[in-house]
């Protein structure tokens, strides 16, 4: 049976094409370019991937409150299918960062798939209109080491706070308040999305220590609480 269209996208979304000659392949073009092809580790169930995916240009800003519950619902519905497990993410105002375990190539590919797909519908009804929400591929970087995790964490939960945001507290547009490896807060009780299975996502980064809520993601210096407001 040949391929479809949508498994050809999602071929697009993960693996780089045009075999192994150097500079192979679709080439970026355009305003932005699409994301470059590389080669990648290979996606094993030992190894968590850090995955980010932008919106196209135009829409309303994600980090309102009227979207917040809605997203929320989007991505606790799509965050356990297909081999696929959504275990931490993040939204700022026109991209999102997820934080994600897969059995392999396919798994990741189907559970993006289906998780974008979801989230696109519901903000779209949500903003009452029609038509493409995410920009071009997913960037993802499979990682294999405890460190890499531990930068990945505090990159992703604290990803507000790079892009300039003081907030008081745990960023409310992340899974932050359910994260259950800061040193400094308790985690919320309620959890909807999985825990992970990997030894590197749920103990090996942890060889680095716990996560302040006070930590910058790499490159960025502590704030003070006593001069933040909320985001």
Do not use: C
């Not at 392949?25 to 699409?34: I, V």
């Not at 929320?72 to 081999?83: M, W």
């Not at 999102?96 to 189907?110: N, S, T, Y």
């Amino acid at each position: 049976m040949s391929r479809s269209r949508s498994d050809n996208l999602e071929q697009l979304a993960l693996f780089r094409r045009g075999g192994r000659r150097d500079g192979a392949g679709r080439k970026p073009a355009g305003k932005r370019a699409l994301v470059a092809h590389s080669r990648r580790a290979r996606v094993t169930r030992h190894t968590p991937v850090f995955v980010t995916t932008k919106l196209v240009e135009g829409l309303p800003n994600l980090r309102r409150e009227r979207t917040l519950a809605l997203l929320r619902d989007s991505l606790a519905a799509g965050a356990d299918r297909f081999g696929f497990r959504l275990v931490e993410y993040s939204v700022q105002s026109n991209h999102l960062h997820f934080v994600v375990e897969a059995q392999d190539e396919r798994a990741l590919g189907r559970g993006m798939k289906g998780l974008l797909v979801r989230l696109a519908k519901a903000l779209n009804q949500a903003w009452d209109r029609n038509g493409r929400v995410i920009r071009d591929r997913y960037h993802a970087r499979v990682l294999t080491t405890p460190r890499e995790v531990r930068q990945v964490l505090v990159y992703a939960l604290q990803n507000a706070r790079k892009h300039g945001a003081r907030i008081l507290g745990i960023d409310a547009y992340s899974s932050g308040p359910w994260f259950e490896g800061w040193a400094d807060r308790s985690p919320r009780a309620d959890r909807v999305l999985p825990r992970p299975t990997s030894w590197l996502l749920s103990f090996g980064w942890t060889k680095g220590g716990l996560i302040s809520t006070r930590e910058m993601p790499r490159g960025g210096e502590a704030w003070d609480p006593a001069e933040a407001w909320p985001a």
